[in-house]
């Protein structure tokens, strides 16, 4: 039968022994960066391409503060990508200090085999990010797509064009990297002066 911390404490206390006191290790909490400007990360979640970024709200034009794919070779295990996903988000927290994270919502599939691997992948991400205690919040893929091209069926490549244009990007970003940082453009744009819906947390 386990006990917790508090009656371990008790019970050493009335054997008079002076056992070393068990704590519960704080988790970090994010920080915000110079002036309180919100930091925004945004995750597109995916076993073997999970795309991240990361942006700094500003007075003009959002900041893109970082961006990429954590990338997982077909012949990996999934427990091995699953590993790199949540190490990786981790680092990327701890460097960039984001104050609120956006992940994709869940999407219908046809495949539940494919719908359990996506259901992992986006497990991993919610851990690390979890971990640091950030709010947390979704957003279906159309609802971005409608934000960022005003079309909710659009192609990732319109997305990672418009995305491009707004972050006024030197170059095209990859698929994964464009969705991740629509997410974070999306979220900035309904939690604004002029948002109509509040955003869902979880």
């Known amino acids: 039968m386990g006990i917790t911390i ?3 404490n008790q019970m050493t206390a009335r054997l008079g022994k002076r056992a070393p006191t068990a704590k519960t290790p704080a988790l970090p909490l994010p920080r915000r960066r110079t002036g309180g400007r919100q930091i925004i990360l945004g995750v597109d979640p995916s076993l073997r391409g999970t795309g991240y970024g990361v942006i700094q709200l500003t007075a003009a034009t959002p900041a893109t503060l970082a961006q990429g794919t954590i990338s997982c070779p077909a012949k990996w295990e999934r427990s091995r990508c699953l590993a790199k996903i ?3 988000l981790r680092g990327v927290i701890r460097e960039h200090r984001p104050t609120v994270c956006v992940i994709e919502g869940l999407f219908y599939a ?3 085999q494919t719908a359990l691997i996506m259901g992992e992948a986006r497990g991993a991400a919610l851990a690390a990010i979890a971990e ?7 957003l279906a893929p159309r609802k971005v797509k409608q934000a960022i091209v005003g079309y909710g069926a659009a192609q990732k490549i319109a997305v990672a064009k418009m995305v491009q244009r707004m972050l006024n990007l030197p170059e095209l970003p990859a698929p994964d990297a464009a969705d ?3 997410l974070a453009l999306t979220h900035a744009q309904e939690t604004g002066r002029f948002g109509l819906t509040a955003p ?3």
């Open 6 to 8: 508090q009656q371990f």
């Open 86 to 88: 949540f190490q990786t």
């Open 110 to 112: 046809q495949n539940l």
């Open 132 to 138: 640091a205690g950030l709010e947390i919040y979704e």
């Open 180 to 182: 991740a940082l629509a």
């Open 200 to 202: 869902r947390r979880i």
